[in-house]
Structure formats: structure tokens, C-alpha cells
């Protein structure tokens, strides 16, 4: 028989045990209210309590209903993708309910005297980016360029070069602005390697933002896309130091103790060497690139405030290339190219500006900019490089490069190339900019005056020869007693000096109207215009362009967009000159009329938001220049005009894929064609009707004229897939992975001193993977390792080009005296291994 004390020690024990799940077990319930900026319900607001896995979102209302556990502190975590995260700590006792109000508040961005908020960006073509992923990003040429062009509707086909195309544009169709003042790159870099360091330091970088199209009128005249940098203004004192095998960074900020004056330094040092070595031209590279930023502000008083930004670039790039070995062809017949060089490149970039800006705040909805700034660039570009080349047929193209004998001997030769160019140029611009809020209106103003001078020295030359035979060779008449004599011709000669002065002046203004439909849905409409005179060709432009935005009541989440304009690129100096060096006297501008309708969807998926995008697009192209591009190196018919059009549509699917961390994944089909005005050719056949192929023409009894119409633009890239993605260990946050993956189909290209309709070849697919592994030892989060002075510090190991692809960027054209040509492909870099330690203090 049991004892009486023995049940009451067992019902103590039980109920001791039973104490922590019945405190666990007492609930409250928490009820909330989110909206957004104007009082209107927020739908799908993320809402969590952060340690645990009780979440919901919010109705169609903006409410939510969550029970919690009573009795304990509660960190209560507000957050939706465009506005800035919301947290509250709370303790509710048991069977309490709690009803709170929150209100969204729009993550900013800084521009001149106000803030852009992400709600707003929606109605606009303009997206915005985190600049701590540009830290992060693994990237060759690193900065904010190589985030850019993971986004939908860019492309690249270098990783050596911070350039990008966009919507079947070129290169010199973007514009870069950094606080307000309009950036110039190097004019004669012709390939990746040559580049250097961009204008961009992303150390200082506060805010990105980014228009693929349809921008607005106040800014500047360029055909495809706008790229808007907002540096930091500090408040206290902090410094970062970056240290790779691509270079290092020293970055440092601060202010005075009254506050009005602050500092934004940045060094730079980048050198590709180590990244060169992996390139088939083997030989001494000594890249060297270096560059000074800095910008200061005074606040003079509460309504005027100075601020200076200065730029100082150094770049010097030289090579003494030695040898090379590329194979190349096809399964059935697999080629190889050797080549031993004699003599040296060298080039140098000495680039500087400098803006000064003063702002005028005479109220709160008004803001005054008066800017002045300088830039000066002086190139030169001087080579002498003899290459003697030899193709044979190696065993087995199924042997990895480099492997395999040679068997058979299909040609040797010789080519010489030489250059003395030099390039000077200066820019003066002087601009006011004003903006002025007016109940719900936006109104912005602004008028600019340039002057542009330019100083070009243009001497370069190649000369082939094939087995002893100077191409082009005369064709030879055995047994004539008069054996031809000709000169010796050149393959390849431009010589010319050219000076000029132009004036250039601008104005713009806009508008911005709210509509508040009887369904309570909204319409917000940007209209405005541009005026535009450039003293070269006296050519006076108008561009009006406008944004209309529909954001129905019933779906808050879904956003309509609608743009369209006229967009006007007056030619600087490059896009004047022929291949030979001489000027078109006639040249006119060119322009691209746009057509953009698009919209944003916010939703949630396993409890995480995500914003998914759609554009499509026509762009209708006239006045066109023709060029072809050679690496990084554009070439224009300035002496021809085209038109033209590119049409596509744009994905992007953008959100936590893992949560608390963005990633997106874009998709762009786009498709871009051109008509050279006035351009033909004829086909010959002889007296069977056979159509004769080149070289045999004088054997031809008739002729036919042929137009060859519409053919790619050398930009037609139809597939363009990318992903940038950011993962972490579980529990261990200070362990991060982030991949950009690139993907976009073939190029077209021809042989060179060949005519725009010849130039529809197409390269191999440029596929790129690059990965970066990041550990934080001094995470918050993490009870290791702290430190008074280092605010936080980041090694990366990053593996560039994941997957050894070969990707072509260009083609070196060898031909033998029958005229056969040879396309030899210019491969990329390799995988390379990087390590990388960064340091805030």
C-alpha cells in the first residue's frame, strides 16, 4: 500500500513540470493596423515576431491578427519590400489584446534637397539599389557598374570593363552622374584591360539609383540609359580600408565639431596583373591604376550650403607581349594560332574634374542648385607590335586546349602595328537646377551652357604580310612582260588632326500631377520638356517626354506604368569621326523615340516579400550613326545613317529568396535591328546563271543589285538571363554566399574594313559564374570576437569565373595571299581565386 506523503510528492513533482508549458500555454492576442505614407490600407505587410516562427501578413484592410504568448518580451518586426523596417518590443499579459497602428515609411534615397522614396520609384522607370550589395557583389571590375548590369535589360560582354549596353544601346549612350555632375570615361581605352579604375567609388556610395528608359527630362541628352549616384554626407567620423590581390582602398569621413563642415575621402590602387595572367597573349602587363576623390560641404547658414567634389585619375597600362597560343575551329577541324611578338604598348590616362555646387534652401518645399564644374582628360595610345603568326591543324579537337600536336601547316605570316595617338579634351559646364513642391505637385527646372574642347592626334597603321606577299597583294599576271609594280599598299592606314570648339546649351522643365479617381484608384502623370542647341551642326532639338502611373484602389499592390519620349544624343567627339580620322561636317544628331509600359507586383511567398517587374519596350531609332565594336573599342561610319529600332520586354523577379537578404533573378528578350541608308552591293553571275563568290567577278556575264535592308545592330543580344543571389548559414548569419550569375546569347561581328551589312556573324554565348564565400568574425550576433575600434570586418574568398568558360570578346582577323581569312577568337580571363579583407572603422 502506498504511502499518503509518497502520492503528494508525486503530484508536486508533476505539477512542477507542468509549471513552464502552462505559463507557455497563456496567450494574448495582437491586433495592428499597417498603411502606407497617405492612410491607405497596406496589403501583405510582412509582420513577425523575430526568435520564433509565428508570422502572418496583413488583409486588404491593412490588418492583422496574431496570437502571441503572454507573459514575455515580444520584438514585434514590421517589414515590406520599399519601405523601411519597423520594430517594437512589447510584453501583453494573459488574455490581453492589444491593437496597434503602424505606419510605412518609404526607404529613401538622396537627391538634390529632397528624398526619393521607394513608393515613389514604383510610378517611375527608376530603380534603386542597396549599395552594401556592391560590397559584397563578386565582381572583376567591382563597383556599382558590376551590379548594373546583373539588372534586366543591361548586358555585358567584358568582365575586365565597368561599360554596359542597355536595350540594344552602346556604350556611349549612357549617362553617369555623381552628385548632380555628369561623368566622362576615357575616350581612347580600347579594351578591358586598359580600362582601370571607374569614376565610382563605391566605398562613398550612399544612393543608386538606375533608368533602363523612359527617364525624365531633367536629365541630360543620351539615347538608352541614366545611372544616378549620390555620395555620403557624413556625420561622424569613420574610416575603411579594402585589401586584394585586384588592389586596395583607404576610405575616410568625418566633420568638424560645429557640424557645418564635413569630408568624404577615397583612395584607390587596382592593377589587373594578377587577373591578366590567365589571358593566351602571354607577356610583362604592368597595369597601373590609381585614383583621388574627395568631396567637402559648408553649410553656411540654415538656407545656403558649398560643396566640392574633386576627381584625379592616373592610369598607366603597359605590355611587352611575348607569345601566344589559341586553338580554336571545329569538331572536324580543329586549328591552332601561335604567335611570337616583338616590342611594347604603352598608354596613359590622366583624367580630372572637379564641381562645385552651391544649394539654396529658401523654404522647405523649395530647393535652388547653382554648379559649376571642369573635366580634363589627356590620353595617349602608342604600340609597336610585330606579330609572327603560324596556323597548323592540331590531332583532336576532343583534347583540352592546349593539347594535341600539330599535323599540318595551313599558313605563316606576318603583321606590324603601330600607333601614335594622342587625345586631349576639356568640358566647362555651368547649370542651375531648382525644384519646387506645390500641394502635389513637383515642379522642376534647371538650364545649362557647355563648352567643349577637343584635341586629337590620330597616327596608326597595321601592314600585313602572308609567306612574303604585303596584303593586299596585286594580283599576279605569269608570263606578262609587264609584272606588276604596285606601291606598297597598307592594310589598315588613318591619319588625322583635329581641333575643335563647341558650345553647347540646354533647359528643361516639368511637371507633376496627382489624380484621385472617383474608385479611389490613382493616376500620377510626369510631363515635361527639353531644349537643346549645339553650335557644330547649329541643330536646335525639342524633347518632350512623359510618365503616366495608374495604382487601382482594389490591388494597392499593383502599379502601372506608361512611358514615352523623345530622346536626342548630339554626337561628341567620337561619333564625328570617320575610320580614316576625318570629320563629318554634317553629322546630326540621333534620336530614339520611346514606348515603355510596365508594372510592379508585391506579394508574398513563403512568408517573404517579392516584387515581380515587366517591361516592354520599342524604341524607334533614326539619325543613326553606324559603328562596330572591337573589344571596347566603338568605331563609327560617321559618314552613313541609318534607322533603326529595338523592341523588347524585360523581367525581374526581386525579393527575399532567403529571408532577410535580397536576391533577383531578371530575364530580357530583346531584339534590335538597323537600315544603313543607301547601301548595296551587287551579286555576279556568269553565263550559266551561277552566282560568282568574291575574287571571281570578272568572270561575270550579268549583275544584280541587292539592298541589304535590315540587319543587327552590333548590340543584338536576344537573350540576356542573370541572377544575383545572397544566401547565409543558418544560425550563423556572419557566414554569407553571394553568386552573379551572367548569361547572354552571341554578339554579331565581321571582318574588319568591311561594311556594316557584312557584319552579322555571330560570337559564342558569354556565360559567366562568379562566387564570393564572406565570414564577419565580428557580427554583432555573434560572442567571439569584439573590438572597441573595428566596426565590422569582412574576408572574402572569391572564385571568379567558377566554371572556366571561354568567352570571346573580339577576333583577331589573319588572312593568307588567297585571300582566305581566318577569324581567331580573343578569349577572356579564367578562373581566378581572389581574397579580399575589408575594414570600417
Same mark, same amino acid.
Do not use: C
Given at each position: 500500500?502506498?504511502?499518503?506523503?509518497?502520492?503528494?510528492?508525486?503530484?508536486?513533482?508533476?505539477?512542477?513540470?507542468?509549471?513552464?508549458?502552462?505559463?507557455?500555454?497563456?496567450?494574448?492576442?495582437?491586433?495592428?493596423?499597417?498603411?502606407?505614407?497617405?492612410?491607405?490600407?497596406?496589403?501583405?505587410?510582412? #509582420?513577425?515576431?523575430?526568435?520564433?516562427?509565428?508570422?502572418?501578413?496583413?488583409?486588404?484592410?491593412?490588418?492583422?491578427?496574431?496570437?502571441?504568448?503572454?507573459?514575455?518580451?515580444?520584438?514585434?518586426?514590421?517589414?515590406?519590400?520599399?519601405?523601411?523596417?519597423?520594430?517594437?518590443?512589447?510584453?501583453?499579459?494573459?488574455?490581453?489584446?492589444?491593437?496597434?497602428?503602424?505606419?510605412?515609411?518609404?526607404?529613401?534615397? $538622396?537627391?538634390?534637397?529632397?528624398?526619393?522614396?521607394?513608393?515613389?520609384?514604383?510610378?517611375?522607370?527608376?530603380?534603386?539599389?542597396?549599395?552594401?550589395?556592391?560590397?559584397?557583389?563578386?565582381? #572583376?571590375?567591382?563597383?556599382?557598374?558590376?551590379?548594373?548590369?546583373?539588372?534586366?535589360?543591361?548586358?555585358?560582354?567584358?568582365?575586365?570593363?565597368?561599360?554596359?549596353?542597355?536595350?540594344?544601346?552602346?556604350?556611349?549612350?549612357?549617362?553617369?552622374?555623381?552628385?548632380?555632375?555628369?561623368?566622362?570615361?576615357?575616350?581612347?581605352?580600347?579594351?578591358?584591360?586598359?580600362?582601370?579604375?571607374?569614376?565610382?567609388?563605391?566605398?562613398?556610395?550612399?544612393?543608386?539609383?538606375?533608368?533602363?528608359?523612359?527617364?525624365?527630362?531633367?536629365?541630360?541628352?543620351?539615347?538608352?540609359?541614366?545611372?544616378?549616384?549620390?555620395?555620403?554626407?557624413?556625420?561622424?567620423?569613420?574610416?575603411?580600408?579594402?585589401? +586584394?590581390?585586384?588592389?586596395?582602398?583607404?576610405?575616410?569621413?568625418?566633420?568638424?565639431?560645429?557640424?557645418?563642415?564635413?569630408?568624404?575621402?577615397?583612395?584607390?590602387?587596382?592593377?589587373?596583373?594578377?587577373?591578366?595572367?590567365?589571358?593566351?597573349?602571354?607577356?610583362?602587363?604592368?597595369?597601373?591604376?590609381?585614383?583621388?576623390?574627395?568631396?567637402?560641404?559648408?553649410?553656411?547658414?540654415?538656407?545656403?550650403?558649398?560643396?566640392?567634389?574633386?576627381?584625379?585619375?592616373?592610369?598607366?597600362?603597359? /605590355?611587352?607581349?611575348?607569345?601566344?597560343?589559341?586553338? *580554336?575551329?571545329?569538331?572536324?577541324? +580543329?586549328?591552332?594560332?601561335?604567335?611570337?611578338?616583338?616590342?611594347?604598348?604603352?598608354?596613359?590616362?590622366?583624367?580630372?574634374? +572637379?564641381?562645385?555646387? *552651391?544649394?539654396?534652401?529658401?523654404?522647405?518645399?523649395?530647393?535652388?542648385?547653382?554648379?559649376?564644374?571642369?573635366?580634363?582628360?589627356?590620353?595617349?595610345?602608342?604600340?609597336? #607590335?610585330?606579330?609572327?603568326?603560324?596556323?597548323?591543324?592540331?590531332?583532336?579537337?576532343?583534347?583540352?586546349?592546349?593539347?594535341?600536336?600539330?599535323?599540318?601547316? &595551313?599558313?605563316?605570316?606576318?603583321?606590324?602595328?603601330?600607333?601614335?595617338?594622342?587625345?586631349?579634351?576639356?568640358?566647362?559646364?555651368?547649370?542651375?537646377?531648382?525644384?519646387?513642391?506645390?500641394?502635389?505637385? !513637383?515642379?522642376?527646372?534647371?538650364?545649362?551652357?557647355?563648352?567643349?574642347?577637343?584635341?586629337?592626334?590620330?597616327?596608326?597603321?597595321? &601592314?600585313?604580310?602572308?609567306?612574303?606577299?604585303?596584303?593586299?597583294?596585286?594580283?599576279?599576271?605569269?608570263?606578262?612582260?609587264?609584272?606588276?609594280?604596285?606601291?606598297?599598299?597598307?592594310?589598315?592606314?588613318?591619319?588625322?588632326?583635329?581641333?575643335?570648339?563647341?558650345?553647347?546649351?540646354?533647359? @528643361?522643365?516639368?511637371?507633376?500631377?496627382?489624380?484621385?479617381?472617383?474608385?479611389?484608384?490613382?493616376?500620377?502623370?510626369?510631363?515635361?520638356?527639353?531644349?537643346?542647341?549645339?553650335?557644330?551642326?547649329?541643330?536646335?532639338? !525639342? $524633347?518632350?517626354?512623359?510618365?503616366?502611373?495608374?495604382?487601382?484602389?482594389?490591388?494597392?499592390?499593383?502599379?502601372?506604368? *506608361?512611358?514615352?519620349?523623345?530622346? @536626342?544624343?548630339?554626337?561628341?567627339?567620337?561619333?564625328?569621326?570617320?575610320?580614316?580620322?576625318?570629320?563629318?561636317?554634317?553629322?546630326?544628331?540621333?534620336?530614339?523615340?520611346?514606348?515603355?509600359?510596365?508594372?510592379?507586383?508585391?506579394?508574398?511567398?513563403?512568408?517573404?516579400?517579392?516584387?515581380?517587374?515587366?517591361?516592354?519596350?520599342?524604341?524607334?531609332?533614326?539619325?543613326?550613326?553606324?559603328?562596330?565594336?572591337?573589344?571596347?573599342?566603338?568605331?563609327?561610319?560617321?559618314?552613313?545613317?541609318?534607322?533603326?529600332?529595338?523592341?523588347?520586354?524585360?523581367?525581374?523577379?526581386?525579393?527575399?529568396?532567403?529571408?532577410?537578404?535580397?536576391?533577383?533573378?531578371?530575364?530580357?528578350?530583346?531584339?534590335?535591328?538597323?537600315? /544603313?541608308?543607301?547601301?548595296?552591293?551587287?551579286?555576279?553571275?556568269?553565263?550559266?546563271?551561277?552566282?560568282?563568290?568574291?575574287?571571281?567577278?570578272?568572270?561575270?556575264?550579268?549583275? #544584280?543589285? /541587292?539592298?541589304?535592308?535590315?540587319?543587327?545592330?552590333?548590340?543584338?543580344?536576344?537573350?540576356?538571363?542573370?541572377?544575383?543571389?545572397?544566401?547565409?548559414?543558418?544560425?550563423?548569419?556572419?557566414?554569407?554566399?553571394?553568386?552573379?550569375?551572367?548569361?547572354?546569347?552571341?554578339?554579331?561581328?565581321?571582318?574588319?574594313?568591311?561594311?556594316?551589312?557584312?557584319?552579322?556573324?555571330?560570337?559564342?554565348?558569354?556565360?559567366? /559564374?562568379?562566387?564570393?564565400?564572406?565570414?564577419?568574425?565580428?557580427?554583432?550576433?555573434?560572442?567571439?570576437? +569584439?573590438?572597441?575600434?573595428?566596426?565590422? !570586418?569582412?574576408?572574402?574568398?572569391?572564385?571568379?569565373?567558377?566554371?572556366?568558360?571561354?568567352?570571346?570578346?573580339?577576333?583577331?582577323?589573319?588572312?593568307?595571299?588567297?585571300?582566305?581569312?581566318?577569324?581567331?577568337?580573343?578569349?577572356?580571363?579564367?578562373?581566378?581565386?581572389?581574397?579580399?579583407?575589408?575594414?570600417?572603422?
Amino acid at each position: 500500500m502506498q504511502r499518503p506523503g509518497s502520492f503528494f510528492f508525486v503530484l508536486f513533482l508533476l505539477l512542477f513540470m507542468a509549471f513552464p508549458v502552462i505559463l507557455l500555454s497563456q496567450k494574448a492576442v495582437l491586433k495592428g493596423i499597417v498603411t502606407e505614407g497617405k492612410g491607405q490600407p497596406a496589403e501583405l505587410v510582412n #509582420v513577425q515576431l523575430v526568435g520564433t516562427k509565428l508570422g502572418t501578413t496583413t488583409d486588404r484592410k491593412g490588418f492583422f491578427s496574431l496570437q502571441v504568448p503572454a507573459n514575455r518580451d515580444l520584438h514585434l518586426a514590421i517589414s515590406y519590400i520599399g519601405y523601411g523596417r519597423q520594430d517594437t518590443v512589447l510584453r501583453l499579459t494573459p488574455d490581453e489584446t492589444l491593437t496597434l497602428h503602424f505606419r510605412l515609411r518609404g526607404m529613401t534615397t $538622396s537627391l538634390p534637397g529632397f528624398e526619393v522614396r521607394d513608393e515613389q520609384l514604383r510610378t517611375e522607370n527608376i530603380v534603386r539599389l542597396n549599395p552594401r550589395d556592391v560590397m559584397i557583389a563578386p565582381s #572583376v571590375a567591382g563597383g556599382v557598374e558590376g551590379l548594373i548590369k546583373t539588372l534586366p535589360g543591361v548586358s555585358s560582354n567584358n568582365e575586365l570593363s565597368s561599360q554596359y549596353s542597355v536595350r540594344g544601346g552602346n556604350y556611349d549612350e549612357n549617362l553617369v552622374y555623381v552628385n548632380g555632375i555628369e561623368i566622362y570615361r576615357p575616350f581612347l581605352v580600347n579594351s578591358g584591360q586598359q580600362e582601370g579604375l571607374s569614376f565610382i567609388n563605391p566605398a562613398l556610395v550612399s544612393g543608386i539609383l538606375f533608368s533602363a528608359g523612359g527617364f525624365g527630362v531633367q536629365y541630360g541628352d543620351k539615347m538608352s540609359s541614366v545611372l544616378d549616384i549620390r555620395y555620403r554626407h557624413p556625420t561622424q567620423f569613420g574610416a575603411g580600408v579594402s585589401l +586584394s590581390f585586384l588592389g586596395a582602398g583607404l576610405n575616410v569621413e568625418g566633420t568638424d565639431k560645429s557640424k557645418r563642415f564635413t569630408y568624404l575621402l577615397g583612395v584607390r590602387y587596382k592593377t589587373n596583373r594578377y587577373l591578366l595572367g590567365s589571358l593566351e597573349t602571354k607577356g610583362n602587363y604592368q597595369p597601373d591604376f590609381t585614383d583621388f576623390q574627395g568631396l567637402f560641404t559648408y553649410k553656411i547658414n540654415k538656407k545656403w550650403d558649398v560643396s566640392l567634389l574633386t576627381y584625379l585619375s592616373l592610369n598607366r597600362y603597359k /605590355v611587352v607581349p611575348s607569345d601566344r597560343q589559341t586553338d *580554336f575551329g571545329t569538331v572536324q577541324q +580543329s586549328l591552332r594560332f601561335t604567335v611570337y611578338f616583338d616590342g611594347q604598348e604603352v598608354d596613359k590616362y590622366n583624367t580630372y574634374q +572637379s564641381g562645385l555646387t *552651391f544649394n539654396f534652401h529658401p523654404n522647405k518645399s523649395t530647393q535652388l542648385q547653382f554648379i559649376a564644374s571642369a573635366f580634363q582628360t589627356n590620353e595617349s595610345e602608342t604600340y609597336d #607590335v610585330q606579330g609572327q603568326y603560324w596556323i597548323g591543324q592540331t590531332e583532336n579537337r576532343e583534347q583540352k586546349k592546349g593539347q594535341g600536336e600539330a599535323v599540318q601547316t &595551313l599558313g605563316v605570316g606576318t603583321y606590324l602595328q603601330h600607333a601614335r595617338n594622342y587625345f586631349n579634351a576639356r568640358v566647362f559646364t555651368i547649370s542651375h537646377k531648382g525644384t519646387l513642391l506645390y500641394n502635389d505637385n !513637383m515642379i522642376r527646372w534647371g538650364a545649362q551652357y557647355q563648352f567643349q574642347q577637343v584635341d586629337d592626334i590620330l597616327h596608326e597603321w597595321e &601592314l600585313n604580310d602572308s609567306a612574303g606577299y604585303s596584303l593586299p597583294n596585286p594580283v599576279d599576271n605569269p608570263g606578262s612582260p609587264n609584272p606588276s609594280r604596285g606601291d606598297l599598299n597598307l592594310y589598315y592606314y588613318a591619319h588625322a588632326h583635329n581641333t575643335l570648339n563647341i558650345h553647347r546649351v540646354s533647359a @528643361y522643365a516639368s511637371d507633376q500631377w496627382h489624380f484621385n479617381l472617383k474608385n479611389k484608384s490613382r493616376l500620377l502623370l510626369t510631363a515635361g520638356v527639353r531644349l537643346y542647341w549645339w553650335s557644330y551642326a547649329n541643330e536646335f532639338l !525639342m $524633347s518632350p517626354r512623359m510618365i503616366l502611373s495608374y495604382k487601382p484602389f482594389s490591388n494597392p499592390n499593383l502599379v502601372f506604368r *506608361f512611358a514615352s519620349g523623345v530622346y @536626342y544624343q548630339p554626337p561628341f567627339y567620337r561619333a564625328m569621326r570617320n575610320m580614316d580620322g576625318s570629320l563629318n561636317p554634317h553629322i546630326k544628331s540621333q534620336r530614339s523615340i520611346h514606348f515603355i509600359l510596365g508594372s510592379d507586383y508585391r506579394f508574398q511567398a513563403w512568408n517573404r516579400p517579392f516584387i515581380f517587374t515587366t517591361e516592354a519596350y520599342y524604341k524607334k531609332l533614326d539619325n543613326l550613326i553606324p559603328y562596330e565594336v572591337d573589344n571596347l573599342r566603338i568605331r563609327y561610319y560617321a559618314n552613313l545613317t541609318a534607322k533603326g529600332y529595338a523592341a523588347g520586354i524585360d523581367f525581374k523577379l526581386y525579393g527575399e529568396f532567403v529571408k532577410g537578404i535580397d536576391s533577383w533573378i531578371t530575364l530580357s528578350l530583346m531584339k534590335t535591328m538597323q537600315d /544603313v541608308l543607301g547601301d548595296f552591293y551587287y551579286d555576279y553571275y556568269n553565263a550559266a546563271g551561277e552566282k560568282l563568290p568574291p575574287g571571281k567577278t570578272g568572270m561575270a556575264t550579268d549583275s #544584280v543589285k /541587292v539592298e541589304p535592308g535590315y540587319i543587327p545592330r552590333p548590340t543584338d543580344r536576344r537573350v540576356n538571363f542573370t541572377i544575383f543571389f545572397q544566401d547565409y548559414i543558418p544560425h550563423h548569419k556572419e557566414f554569407k554566399v553571394h553568386l552573379r550569375l551572367l548569361f547572354g546569347t552571341g554578339l554579331p561581328f565581321g571582318p574588319p574594313q568591311s561594311q556594316p551589312y557584312q557584319q552579322t556573324l555571330r560570337m559564342p554565348p558569354y556565360r559567366r /559564374v562568379d562566387i564570393g564565400f564572406s565570414w564577419n568574425p565580428l557580427d554583432k550576433n555573434v560572442n567571439r570576437i +569584439s573590438h572597441k575600434t573595428i566596426k565590422s !570586418m569582412w574576408i572574402s574568398l572569391e572564385v571568379f569565373n567558377l566554371f572556366q568558360t571561354y568567352n570571346t570578346v573580339s577576333y583577331t582577323w589573319i588572312k593568307d595571299i588567297y585571300n582566305h581569312s581566318f577569324a581567331i577568337p580573343n578569349y577572356l580571363t579564367t578562373r581566378r581565386v581572389n581574397l579580399k579583407i575589408t575594414f570600417k572603422f
